[in-house]
């Protein structure tokens, strides 16, 4: 929902960055996960896209163990004395983040030492990465379902309002002409 001052802001701002662009002699990195909603007249300057697909289970489990502390008290079923980290518990905690992003596995990591700390517990245990990592998924999940129901629900909007032909069609033209009428109006 954007308004008419919200939408003339992002204008602007694209153009300036478009004619800093054309300045610019480096290179620039963009990125992000909603590249679909890029503007045309960036698509046309950008030489190279390069997609970065979800980390598998070797990579979500080499995160989950490079994000645990190596001097945190761990509970004999998270690491034993050696100091070596339970292979069979990285790469359960591994699976149950599956379509997790890196940054979302950090803060699952993050959130589980968190609760240990709030749960007085002397050590992170095995228990509390689990649950840290199971309420994260579903949390996730909960929110892709109200997504989807969101996304139901406007199509549904959309097609009652095309078919009961609910929507005003202005043509640019007409637009600038009422513009400038509220204009004389407001002088």
Same mark, same amino acid.
């Given at each position: 929902?954007?308004?008419?001052? &919200? ?7 694209? &153009? ?45 489990? &080499? ?120 204009? &004389?109006?407001?002088?």
């Amino acid at each position: 929902n954007v308004d008419s001052g &919200s939408e003339q802001a992002i204008n602007s701002l694209r &153009s300036q960055m478009l004619m800093k662009l054309e300045e610019f002699k480096g290179i620039v990195f963009f990125a992000t996960n909603l590249h679909e909603t890029y503007d045309q007249a960036f698509e046309s300057r950008i030489l190279k896209h390069i997609e970065f697909k979800l980390p598998n289970a070797e990579a979500r489990k &080499s995160i989950i163990e490079g994000k645990l502390p190596r001097n945190a008290p761990y509970a004999a079923d998270v690491r034993n004395s050696e100091g070596t980290f339970n292979e069979e518990l990285l790469k359960e905690l591994s699976e149950m983040l599956e379509g997790f992003s890196g940054r979302e596995i950090k803060n699952c990591v993050l959130e589980a030492l968190v609760r240990s700390v709030q749960t007085d517990m002397k050590t992170v245990s095995a228990e509390i990465l689990k649950e840290t990592c199971k309420t994260k998924k579903e949390e996730k999940e909960a929110l892709k379902c109200k997504e989807e129901e969101r996304k139901k629900r406007l199509s549904g909007m959309i097609k009652k309002n095309l078919d009961e032909k609910n929507y005003n069609v202005k043509s640019a033209e007409n637009e600038q002409v009422q513009n400038s009428a509220i204009r &004389s109006n407001e002088v």
